[in-house]
């Protein structure tokens, strides 16, 4: 079923939500003011909140070193994860997890991972667990193109299609595994065509349209609801920064990026909800100025959180 007015203004709310949070932290990063490295999701909003908006209570997501906007997609607060990411005690992981271990569980967030392609297992793990409740849940996992590359991905596909897990491979082709292109690392164009050696659905979408990634995901995560197992679903889009803050990016042209950036799913998505007279034009702008204000508030509670204890050095390291 097609969303509604609201739910729409909410997905557009959530995309800028992420563009403002990022590129809050890329400023702050560059300031010297946050610690460790962060990898940033500028540009590929769409895909987390085109997949995350299909999502319920039961379902689970995994993420990946990039995993900001999964987290703000899934319904995370802006203020703990800003808080985590400056290694203060009120973030989600009370400062000790930073910006690639961010976790939320009752959210449904397993967490974000700096091992590459570490998600794929955790999700199908997930899956199981949903499918032997039988609790109509179902798991999630973004991964990269590179990612698709391991031993993981294919460990995973296989198993969950044996197993016909409710489990929906999320691919996010943004092109490059870190500085290599996909055309030097992978002697196919579609990812998805890697479906067919397990037997499962391979989708292929335009992951900077947050309308076309949506219904991809509703329908195999409908398909998964049902018994009929997963599906790995392409989303083809683009980052728009580097790697990695203070990334030289030499190995892409400045043409290629600002041609990628005439596509942005955020300008896409709200042409598009003007064209079709689901919102105006003031609508648009106060809910640009209620993130922009969210994430103003986001630093604030972040900068007055303490730093943890030396006490707390192993609390929720180990358990019995």
């Given at each position: 079923m097609a969303p509604n007015k609201e739910e729409m203004l909410d997905m557009y709310r959530?995309?800028?939500?992420?563009?403002?949070?990022?590129?809050?932290?890329?400023?702050?990063?560059?300031?010297?003011?946050?610690?460790?490295?962060?990898?940033?999701?500028?540009?590929?909003?769409?895909?987390?909140?085109?997949?995350?908006?299909?999502?319920?209570?039961?379902?689970?997501?995994?993420?990946?070193?990039?995993?900001?906007?999964?987290?703000?997609?899934?319904g995370a607060s802006v203020e703990k994860m800003m808080a985590e990411i400056f290694g203060k005690i009120d973030g989600y992981c009370k400062g000790k997890g930073g910006s690639m271990h961010i976790a939320a569980v009752e959210l449904g967030f397993l967490g974000a991972n700096g091992i590459v392609g570490a998600g794929l297992p955790l999700a199908a793990g997930a899956a199981f667990a949903n499918k032997y409740l039988k609790n109509g849940g179902v798991a999630v996992c973004f991964f990269g193109d590179g990612a698709s590359n391991r031993a993981t991905f294919h460990e995973a596909l296989n198993l969950a299609s044996i197993w016909k897990l409710p489990v929906i491979f999320v691919c996010e082709n943004n092109m490059y595994g870190i500085s290599m292109s996909q055309e030097r690392h992978q002697n196919i164009n579609d990812i998805a065509d890697r479906a067919v050696a397990y037997g499962i659905p391979g989708v292929s979408v335009d992951g900077n349209d947050v309308m076309a990634v949506y219904e991809a995901a509703a329908e195999a995560i409908k398909r998964a609801r049902a018994g009929e197992g997963p599906t790995l679903i392409e989303c083809k889009t683009y980052r728009f920064r580097g790697h990695f803050e203070g990334d030289a990016c030499v190995y892409r042209s400045e043409e290629e990026v600002n041609e990628w950036k005439k596509k942005c799913p955020i300008q896409r998505f709200g042409t598009s909800l003007l064209e079709m007279n689901i919102a105006s034009r003031e609508e648009l702008d106060a809910i640009s100025a209620e993130v922009k204000e969210q994430i103003k508030n986001a630093v604030e509670f972040a900068r007055k959180s303490p730093y943890p204890d030396v006490s707390e050095l192993t609390t929720d390291v180990y358990c019995d």
């Open positions: 959530k995309m800028l939500l992420i563009r403002e949070f990022e590129e809050t932290v890329a400023n702050l990063f560059s300031q010297g003011q946050i610690p460790g490295f962060v990898h940033l999701y500028v540009g590929e909003e769409a895909v987390a909140v085109g997949v995350c908006s299909n999502l319920g209570d039961k379902d689970y997501i995994a993420s990946t070193h990039r995993g900001h906007g999964h987290g703000i997609a899934r």
